[in-house]
């Protein structure tokens, strides 16, 4: 549990290690990947993506929303995290026999044969991952990310040379399935190495049902929002050529390294860290105001550079093959802009209790991630991604104005404390983008644009005199004088 007293401490030393593993072990992912991609080819992804909707479901079950019940918990007792760690194994098995006999059916629906080994090989993954799930919560908890930077990365390092050995060697979309086993194999394992904590020989339904009024709410939330997140995979492996969803995939995939693996750094360190003061509103809306302009100096510029420069990175490193998912990697880091506020709002929520509004907000957004999928289908994948910005933005506002109400922080408020960060982004983006015109398809292009956005943007925060950047400067100081 985190000291309330040494709270903005905690945050910052947990916001560090959370970005090294972050960024670390995904970075790790990412540069394999990248490799990955050069070698395989457009339908190799698309098999893949006709099975993420798989894999996200049963990672969400797992769980059932325990692990964040264990979190919100003030002091939870060893029979409680031994209880939920029995129950995660349990499921992960029934999940695993409930995916192997589904097989067929999926296949049948795609026509795609190949389906039904993937499937059944890459569920093995539920039961790895059961067994390192308690280890995970009681790291985030603490909001001690050191471990699993270590691990994760670790884990990363050795899936990835497994699959680009095998990517070599003809195996296609089995490379990509075995680095997701690997990596979680090995993951677990220093967790269990490295980590002092060990079950007991105790199970206790009461203790399940006590976290359940908490965590089944966020369980049926988090279903609807992966089941209905990965539904474009499902819509476009079924209704557009296995080629067009492997661009949109690979696409996909390369906007979540920097978007949704930047969130998740704040996302992981704001929950334990809000839940400390969850009975203080005034320091929890302070907290929130923090977290929102720190989020936004940081995945702001992120995601304006990388639409700037797309067109570049697409073909220096993946290829000039992949040139044609540039669009779509485009307009899916738009929808980060909006997503990025709904993940922190919702955390928000979650420290206050109030499951039933999150799921009231998933309910809604889902139902008009619906509507526009029949909508928009009928134009293509870009059509199909500019309606999902528009529900990105209207989920944003909705959730936002429910933030307003817990702890008095106001949608007008929220717009004017990242307004000067929006700004300063775009007009980076005016000029990167100008640039990037000027420039050929070249490594050493690429990194003059960086370097040119990170110039551009630094300056921008220090004529606006931007906090972020002196308590950025002041970290660094106190970190060296440490060491």
């Not at 916001?15 to 090294?20: G, N």
């Not at 020989?201 to 976290?211: C, D, H, N, P, S």
């Amino acid at each position: 549990m985190i000291e309330s007293n040494n709270l903005k401490g905690a945050a910052a030393k947990g916001l560090f290690w959370s970005a090294t593993e972050r960024f670390g072990a995904q970075g790790i992912q990412f540069v394999m990947g990248i490799f990955l991609t050069r070698i395989l080819n457009t339908s190799d992804y698309g098999l893949l993506g006709m099975i993420l909707i798989f894999m996200a479901v049963g990672q969400t079950l797992i769980d059932s929303g325990f692990g964040s019940a264990l979190i919100w918990k003030k002091n939870p007792s060893q029979t409680d995290y031994s209880s939920v760690f029995y129950f995660n194994i349990s499921v992960s098995f029934i999940l695993y026999f409930l995916f192997f006999l589904i097989a067929p059916w999926v296949a049948r629906f795609y026509d795609e044969p190949r389906l039904v080994d993937l499937i059944r090989v890459v569920s093995l993954n539920f039961i790895i991952l059961s067994f390192s799930l308690i280890q995970q919560t009681l790291l985030q908890k603490r909001v001690d990310f050191k471990l699993m930077a270590f691990v994760n990365s670790g884990g990363s390092i050795v899936g990835g040379i497994v699959a680009l050995f095998l990517a070599l060697k003809g195996f296609g979309v089995w490379s990509i399935v075995w680095q997701i086993l690997i990596k979680s194999l090995i993951t677990s394992l220093f967790l269990w190495i490295f980590s002092t904590w060990r079950p007991m020989a105790v199970f206790k339904f009461t203790v399940l049902k006590e976290l359940f009024g908490y965590g089944s709410k966020l369980t049926v939330a988090g279903l609807i929002y992966t089941v209905f997140q990965n539904l474009y995979f499902n819509i476009i492996g079924k209704l557009f050529p296995i080629e067009s969803l492997g661009l949109y995939t690979r696409a996909s995939q390369l906007q979540d390294f920097p978007v949704k693996t930047g969130v998740s750094i704040f996302n992981r360190v704001v929950f334990p860290v809000f839940a400390t003061i969850q009975d203080d509103n005034g320091r929890l809306k302070n907290a929130v105001r923090k977290t929102y302009r720190s989020m936004v100096f940081v995945m702001f510029p992120i995601i304006f550079i990388l639409i700037a420069i797309a067109d570049q990175m697409m073909v220096v490193l993946l290829t000039e093959k992949w040139l044609p998912a540039s669009g779509y990697f485009k307009l899916l880091c738009l929808t980060g802009l909006f997503y990025i506020f709904q993940i922190i709002n919702y955390e928000i929520l979650k420290t206050k209790g109030k499951l039933g509004w999150v799921l009231q907000l998933e309910m809604i957004s889902k139902s008009l991630l619906v509507i526009n999928i029949f909508i928009t289908y009928r134009w293509g994948i870009s059509a199909i991604i500019w309606g999902q910005i528009g529900v990105n933005l209207i989920a944003a506002l909705a959730s936002s104005i429910y933030v307003s109400k817990l702890v008095g922080y106001s949608v007008l408020l929220q717009i004017r404390d990242v307004s000067v960060y929006f700004i300063i982004s775009v007009t980076m983006y005016f000029v990167i983008a100008f640039l990037a015109g000027y420039f050929s398809y070249s490594w050493l292009s690429l990194v003059l644009l960086l370097f040119t956005a990170l110039f551009f943007y630094t300056l921008a925060g220090i004529i606006f005199k931007l906090e972020e950047l002196t308590e950025i400067k002041s970290f660094i100081k106190q970190y060296t004088r440490k060491k």
